[in-house]
């Protein structure tokens, strides 16, 4: 069974910089970390003109790009629907936690970042797979019960995180 907690929130909350800061603090404890970021758009991390970024569009559905220090896999999604979290988890080495950052609709344990003053509606009050809320504001009221980790303090969203899923 995959460990693994989700981070959400609504754009420029944070997400990343807590995402960074539990990464760092778990690898230091000697876990092995995989992260999974949902993007809302199309993005692509190969570089125009480059012999991958040509590889693929030159048509190869597939390319593997590879060197001493790190490789990546490239797969082109066609007209094909997203894939689900469930798929993308299979491409992943074993680690001891996953951190996905977005797949709100997915039923996952989640994380809600929500920063002072709250821009957008609560999405803990819509989502019973919200398991807390890291957040600056100590006094936040929520529509249920959930507790109010402070975002400024990673260890203790990180301690969270640990009791919720035996790690």
Request: hydrophobic share 45%.
């Amino acid at each position: 069974m995959t460990r693994l907690i989700g981070i959400i929130g609504w754009k420029n909350t944070g997400k990343t910089t807590l995402i960074e800061r539990l990464v760092t603090r778990f690898v230091s404890d000697g876990l092995r970390v995989a992260t999974i970021k949902n993007a809302h758009h199309d993005f692509d991390i190969d570089h125009e003109n480059k012999d991958s970024w040509r590889h693929r569009k030159a048509g190869a559905k597939e390319v593997l790009i590879t060197s001493q220090r790190r490789w990546a896999l490239l797969h082109e999604n066609d007209a094909l629907a997203e894939p689900t979290l469930e798929d993308l988890l299979e491409h992943l080495s074993s680690a001891d936690l996953v951190i996905v950052e977005g797949f709100k609709q997915h039923n996952h344990p989640k994380i809600e970042v929500v920063l002072m003053p709250p821009r957008e509606s609560l999405l803990c009050e819509n989502d019973a797979a919200v398991v807390a809320v890291a957040t600056n504001m100590p006094e936040l009221s929520l529509a249920r019960p959930l507790p109010l980790l402070n975002i400024d303090k990673p260890d203790e969203v990180a301690d969270f995180i640990r009791k919720l899923i035996n790690l």
